[in-house]
Structure formats: C-alpha cells, structure tokens
C-alpha cells in the first residue's frame, strides 16, 4: 500500500515530466528543421495537453494517525521574559530593584516550568493551569513590591496577556494508505473499490527578461 498523497503527486510528476520529454522532442526535431532548406519554412510540431482526465481505480487499505511528536506550548526564555514585563508594566515602573527583580524572576521561572509541565501531562489543564500561575505570582507581586495593589486586576492582566504565548498542539496528521496495483485489486471486492477522477490542466511557464528599478535586467520564471 501506499499514501493517497504520495500516489497523486506521483501521478502529477509523472504528466510533466511526459510533457518535458515532449518537448525536448520538439526542440531535437526544431534543429533538424532549421537545417533543412524546406523544412525550415514550416512551422514545427508541439505537442500540448490543455487538459487530461484520469480516472484512478483504488482501494482504501486503512486509516494511520500521527500524533506530534514533541510538543513544546512554551517558549520559556521568551514567555520569563514577557511575564516579568507584565508585572513591571503593572508597576508602572521603570525596573525594580536587584532583591525584588531577583525574587520575581526566580518565580516566575519555577511557575513556569511548573505551568509547561501540567499542559504536557494534559493540554485541557491549559486554562486552569495559567489561572493558578497568575494567582501565584500576583500573590508574589503583592507581597514583594505593593501590598495595596488591585489582586484581581493583576490576575486578569498577567492571564490575559500570557495565554497568546501558549502554543496550543498540534493536530494529529491522518495517513491514508490505499492499494492501487492491478494485481491487489482484483482480489478486493468491487463495492470497496472507489474511482478518483482527476483533471490536469496545462499552465506553461516562460523566461522572461526583467529590468529592475535601478535598470538591471533579471531573469524570472512568468506563466505563459
């Protein structure tokens, strides 16, 4: 068997390197016209293909599921120092001092790390995981630089402003195998057998010579 993707593309890569073949035939059969006398009078052969249908008889095989192999939601260098910035910006101050800016960032790391590894363990802990590290490190806030300050506030702002620094997981990636070779077919039955219908359409692409801004002249690749 073999992946449904991998067998299209092979298809696709197999009618332009047809078409490929079929012009280098055209250019062979362009150098004998030039060198004839009579022949080069007359226009020569190009074989184009505006469309072409296939019809694909195959069989489903099985269904494979991939799930991510390593999922990281937390850049933690850059999500220390965002989070640090949030309490700062909430300050309204300038920086802190080397006792309190120390103590912050040292929870700030150790929630974080514990933050990264409930979400791990179980990516649906994601919300309420963030919500305890908010309350912790407001809890923190208030008792290093200002006790007055407004708690629910904090919470909301350091939520808030965190969770687009969560990357969620990544969907699993389906694999669908199929048979295809004439041989597996015949011993599969009929009504589990489906046709994939598929139409080519030609879109040449040319050389084309281009001058930039400052009158250089490039080569680029322009459909037809």
């Known amino acids: 068997m073999i992946d449904l993707k991998d067998y299209l593309s092979s298809l696709v890569i197999g009618v ?6 079929a012009d280098l035939e055209s250019a062979r059969i362009a ?17 184009r293909t505006p469309d072409i249908e296939l019809s694909i008889p195959v069989a489903i095989g099985n269904l494979e599921s991939e799930n991510e192999k390593k999922y990281e939601p937390i850049d933690n260098i850059q999500f220390n120092s965002t989070t640090y910035a949030i309490l700062k910006d ?17 929870v700030i790391a150790k929630e974080t790390e514990t933050l990264e590894k409930r979400i791990k363990s179980d ?28 708690f629910e506030k904090l919470i ?3 939520n808030t402003e ?5 990357q969620e997981k990544k969907a699993i990636h389906h694999k669908t195998k199929v048979i295809v ?5 015949r ?8 046709q994939i219908k598929i139409k080519l359409s030609e879109d040449g692409m040319e050389w084309h010579n281009v001058e930039t801004g400052d009158g250089e002249t490039t080569m680029k690749l322009l459909p037809e």
Do not use: G, W
């Not at 332009?16 to 073949?21: E, L």
């Not at 030039?34 to 190009?46: E, G, H, M, N, Y």
């Not at 990516?123 to 208030?142: E, G, M, P, V």
């Not at 965190?162 to 969560?166: A, E, F, G, K």
């Open 16 to 21: 332009n390197q047809a078409r490929m073949m």
């Open 31 to 47: 150098e004998i016209y030039a060198k004839d006398k009579l022949l080069k009078t007359f226009s020569v052969p190009r074989f």
């Open 90 to 106: 909430f300050s309204q101050a300038e920086t802190f001092n080397r006792k309190i800016s120390t103590e912050l960032r040292s």
């Open 123 to 150: 990516t649906n802990q994601k919300d309420i995981a963030l919500q305890s590290l908010s309350k912790n490190l407001a809890k923190k806030y208030l008792s290093l630089v200002d006790e007055k300050a407004d």
């Open 156 to 158: 909301r702002k350091i």
């Open 162 to 166: 965190l969770t687009p620094h969560i």
């Open 181 to 185: 070779q004439a041989n597996e077919l």
């Open 187 to 194: 011993e599969v039955k009929p009504e589990n057998i489906v």
